[in-house]
């Protein structure tokens, strides 16, 4: 069974600075996706990137980027020039490609992140 | 505009009732999805569904019970066997195929389940 991990309960950063929020994933598949998700107070989940396991280009979406080693199973995201917005709880998931998994997402614990003004 | 509804935001469940929360999308998904979130454990599966009159248990699912009559729709009932049933319930909806599957989930605005 595939297993998603983020080591860090809490994180903070300052405003304009960038931060790091690390997640590591245990799976035996080689073709799957990997998310990050938002979920600010409000608890709506926003969708902030997504990586395809076969492409070794780092997906890019603005100031969201990640840092996705696959032989390591890590699926990091960095966070340029924070924002008071960007403070939320976030979630990096798994997804695998196989049609028997369901299309299920598997998520990690998650990582809060203030952003101080 | 297409989404995900879920009703009611908040609910209030008395020890030993059954109770069902609404999911309804509009988005002609296939896939549909429940999730509990406590603090400190992320989100857990707790049923899904890939086509109507069909459904899967999750990691979760006792306790729980759910039904597909209809594509748009996948109620999510918590029984009195749910020991601990107070938590953030959420629901989700994938469109179907392995090509889609890098769009992720669209999901609901959530549940908050209480026992008093």
């Known amino acids: 069974a595939q297993t998603v991990t983020q080591s860090q309960p809490e994180m903070s950063v300052q405003e304009a600075e960038t931060v790091t929020l690390s997640c590591t994933y245990d799976t035996s598949e080689s073709d799957y996706y990997l998310f990050w998700y938002k979920q600010p107070p409000s608890r709506q989940m926003i969708l902030v990137i997504r990586q395809e396991a076969y492409k070794q280009q780092n997906a890019t979406e603005n100031r969201f980027s990640v840092n996705f080693q696959k032989a390591a199973k890590s699926f990091s995201l960095k966070i340029s020039d924070s924002q008071l917005g960007d403070a939320a709880m976030y979630f990096c998931a798994y997804r695998s490609r196989a049609r028997n998994q369901g299309g299920k997402l598997i998520f990690g614990q998650g990582t809060e992140l203030s952003v101080k003004p | 505009d297409g989404g995900i509804t879920q009703s009611p935001k908040y609910l209030f469940r008395k020890e030993g009732q059954n109770v069902t929360l609404s999911c309804e999308q509009n988005?002609?998904?296939?896939?549909m999805y429940w999730y509990r979130q406590d603090p400190g454990q992320g989100l857990r599966l707790i049923y899904y569904?890939?086509?109507?009159?069909?459904?899967q248990k999750g990691d979760i699912a006792e306790g729980y019970s759910v039904s597909r009559e209809k594509k748009e729709s996948f109620p999510l009932t918590v029984t009195s066997a749910q020991k601990n049933p107070t938590a953030f319930y959420l629901c989700?909806?994938?469109?179907?195929?392995?090509?889609?599957?890098?769009?992720?989930?669209?999901f609901g605005s959530g549940t908050r389940l209480t026992v008093v």
């Open positions: 989700a909806s994938s469109p179907p195929g392995v090509l889609t599957g890098s769009m992720g989930y669209t």
């Open positions: 569904s890939q086509i109507v009159n069909d459904f």
């Open positions: 988005l002609n998904h296939d896939a």
